[in-house]
């Protein structure tokens, strides 16, 4: 996913690029594997991914 929300944003100028950016890493925050991998992270825990 990253790498396609990357090749989206190249062609499109600076400010719109950065909207774009911030507007998919906010969504990707959401996701249940983004908090559990940033809940293990604090924790100092092993995640456990649920590919959600």
Same mark, same amino acid.
């Given at each position: 996913? $990253?790498?396609?929300?990357?090749?989206?944003?190249?062609?499109?100028?600076?400010?719109?690029?950065? @909207?774009?950016?911030?507007?998919?890493?906010?969504?990707?925050?959401? @996701? @249940?594997? @983004?908090?559990? $991998?940033?809940?293990?992270?604090?924790?100092?825990?092993?995640?456990?991914?649920? $590919?959600?």
């Amino acid at each position: 996913m $990253g790498k396609q929300d990357f090749y989206t944003q190249i062609d499109l100028d600076q400010p719109k690029a950065y @909207a774009y950016a911030k507007e998919v890493m906010s969504m990707n925050a959401l @996701a @249940a594997d @983004a908090q559990e $991998g940033i809940g293990a992270f604090l924790g100092k825990r092993a995640p456990c991914w649920s $590919g959600k």
